[in-house]
């Protein structure tokens, strides 16, 4: 019922309230979302960059020692229409990230070398966003409004058994998975 941050289990219970946003809170959440920028060693940097009018794309950014030696930032995905929010898995292996270049915004996963793309949530015709993943890789919580409301949901990393956790009256956005 009350606006600000909220932790809360895996599964969706005992949902604890932090504060409103706002100062400290806010600084303490830019910072976890930022971390999931950086592969888990902390060398590579994912961003999002324009790749036309319209259209961007997610890229990796070699660490500062390799870019001396003229390395250059690797284009993971070449999507029409514009993808953005991504986060590293766990194992270094994966990048989620959302895209709205079927029309609707989803979820989308790719390798870290570019190949194996793939839609997680095509069809749903709703807002899928802010993907986050589980510590040991083999989820992705992000919030939707196939409900109606803006809920967050949960599903297997292969798309598979998307669940809402949040279950409740009011909009809940912008999740983030605490590893």
Not at 96 to 121: C, E, H, K, P, Y
Not at 123 to 146: A, Y
Request: glycine content about 10%; aromatic content about 10%; hydrophobic content about 30%.
């Amino acid at each position: 019922d009350q606006p600000g941050y909220y932790v809360r289990e895996a599964t969706g219970a005992n949902p604890t309230y932090l504060g409103p946003t706002g100062g400290n809170l806010d600084q303490q959440y830019k910072a976890l979302l930022d971390r999931y920028m950086f592969s888990p060693d902390g060398r590579y940097r994912l961003f999002v960059g324009s790749t036309g009018a319209n259209q961007t794309a997610i890229f990796i950014e070699p660490p500062s020692e390799e870019r001396a030696a003229g390395a250059t930032s690797q284009q993971l995905t070449n999507l029409n229409g514009l993808s953005w929010d991504p986060a590293w898995s766990p194992d270094g292996g994966r990048i989620v990230f959302v895209s709205n270049t079927t029309g609707s915004d989803d979820i989308w996963i790719v390798n870290a070398d570019g190949s194996g793309l793939r839609n997680l949530t095509i069809g749903m015709q709703s807002w899928d966003k802010r993907p986050s993943w589980s510590p040991d890789g083999t989820r992705i919580v992000f919030w939707s409004d196939r409900s109606g409301l803006m809920q967050l949901h949960v599903m297997d990393a292969d798309g598979q058994n998307v669940r809402n956790i949040s279950q409740t009256t009011w909009d809940e956005t912008d999740p983030l998975w605490v590893r």
